[in-house]
């Protein structure tokens, strides 16, 4: 393989500092789209198939599992959303020496945190459990399925921070490739484990911890390949601590509030566990399918992130403006339309993990009733992502932070003690967006793009 690096832009990468802003966002966003869709197919796929096949407890083993595994990615995913908003900034600027350093750096910093968060995940998974209340008849499961999950991160660890690196020069389309590839491996894997090996739900955590695996590989495969300025050589593998810094600095915010609001969702996940298995398993249908609901926002989000970022290095304000407006239209929009689409199909839907009368019950009572209120995340997202385009990640962090945990816990703890019912413990997660959507907007009006990006110019 040759090591030389040809400094120029090629087709696969994305010049967003000029041109129609709408195609740039959308052109962008579509394979993130698609890319996220698959991608959560990893879990859906593994519990539509133990919720047919092995039963309901396996099921709620499965889902109530999710906010345990975003608690332990959260400051990785920081890590990554940190790196790409860095290299972005680089590509825009034309920068391309700290353009190397910074994708090299992202990846050995991947591989030294992909050990350390499997290790934690994989000791600490029983005591997670009991702190969420986790009920007897899931908990031996669930505790299998998390560690063996928890000793695949690293794979999961490999796919993000390479996607990150090629998105963030514009290049959404081959991680979507890798991604479409590793989800359908997923689905022959999960049904071979569980329906052929008769191996329950270590079986499907298996097959997802091979296809992710797999995903990580063939990016990485794609990196080390390439002669482009953002490409990957063995011999540049090191650690620029003052990049490392800049990274951290602009993720650690984003990384620190997933974290904590993933893991202040173990205690939410506690106060649904409450109220039986069966409304274990429907929550956990509800946060399967509204995961997909809240795709196209999330993808646009990234697509802001990146347009925002490559527009700050270019120093273009004006451009990031007419692009946010653009973006939310959009997002809004599509959002809205799905929503009605899932409100009148929710007993179908539900239907497809499991046939269980209970089980359906609290699955549609979720679907209907918490995400009518998803529009308010859309704005959440794209506000954040758009803010952590010029580098701001500490507003959207202390907003998230106060109005998921600090608010939502709160709530939660009050309501809980005066009224016994599943209704209100539900309308905790969109009382908390509703709250960070009017804290968001208020900020984002009286803040000035400008000087962000003025405080970003070296």
Not at 26 to 55: C, E, H, K, R, W
Not at 160 to 183: E, Q
Not at 194 to 222: D, N
Not at 387 to 410: A, C, K, N, W
Request: proline share 3%.
């Amino acid at each position: 393989m040759s090591s030389t690096i040809k400094i120029k832009t090629k087709k696969t990468t994305r010049d967003m500092t000029e041109g129609v802003i709408w195609k740039h966002l959308i052109g962008f966003a579509f394979p993130l789209l698609m890319g996220n869709i698959f991608q959560q197919f990893y879990n859906t796929v593994d519990s539509i198939v133990v919720g047919n096949f092995v039963g309901a407890d396996a099921l709620g083993a499965v889902t109530s599992t999710m906010p345990i595994v975003l608690t332990l990615l959260g400051l990785f995913i920081g890590l990554a959303m940190g790196a790409g908003v860095v290299i972005s900034q680089y590509f825009g600027a034309k920068d391309i020496p700290n353009l190397r350093k910074s994708t090299h750096t992202a990846v050995v910093s991947t591989i030294i945190m992909a050990l350390i968060i499997s290790a934690i995940g994989y000791y600490s998974t029983p005591g997670l459990l009991r702190i969420m209340n986790t009920p007897e008849s899931v908990f031996r499961e669930a505790v299998v399925y998390l560690q063996i999950f928890s000793l695949g991160l690293g794979g999961t660890m490999l796919y993000n921070m390479g996607s990150a690196i090629l998105r963030a020069v514009g290049d959404s389309k081959r991680p979507l490739y890798y991604l479409i590839f590793a989800s359908i491996l997923n689905i022959i894997l999960d049904l071979l484990f569980v329906i052929k090996f008769e191996s329950g739900v270590a079986g499907v955590a298996y097959a997802t911890i091979l296809a992710q695996l797999i995903s990580g590989l063939m990016i990485f495969y794609r990196l080390f390949r390439s002669n482009e300025p953002h490409s990957l050589r063995f011999h540049e593998m090191k650690i620029d601590s003052e990049i490392l810094g800049r990274i951290i600095r602009i993720g650690f915010p984003a990384g620190f509030q997933l974290a904590l609001t993933s893991f202040s969702n173990v205690f939410v996940q506690a106060y649904v566990n409450a109220f039986g298995a069966a409304c274990t398993a429907g929550w956990g249908i509800y946060a399967r399918v509204d995961a997909f609901v809240n795709l196209t926002s999330q993808s646009m989000a990234m697509s802001i992130t990146t347009f925002v970022g490559q527009n700050a290095g270019a120093g273009k304000p004006d451009r990031i403006h007419k692009g946010v407006k653009e973006a939310i239209k959009i997002s809004l929009s599509i959002s809205a339309t799905i929503i009605a689409i899932l409100y009148i199909s929710a007993p179908f839907v539900a239907s497809l993990f499991n046939q269980d009368t209970q089980v359906l019950y609290f699955a549609v009572l979720f679907l209907r009733f918490n995400t009518v209120f998803d529009p308010f995340n859309v704005i959440n997202q794209l506000h954040a992502g758009a803010l952590r385009g010029v580098g701001d990640s500490r507003t959207p962090m202390l907003l998230m932070l106060g109005s998921f945990v600090l608010f939502r816990q709160i709530y939660l703890f009050v309501i809980s003690r005066v009224i016994n019912s599943v209704y209100v413990i539900a309308f905790g997660y969109p009382l908390g967006w509703i709250v960070c959507c009017t804290l968001m907007l208020i900020h984002v009006r009286r803040s000035g793009w400008e000087n962000k990006i003025a405080k970003l110019k070296r």
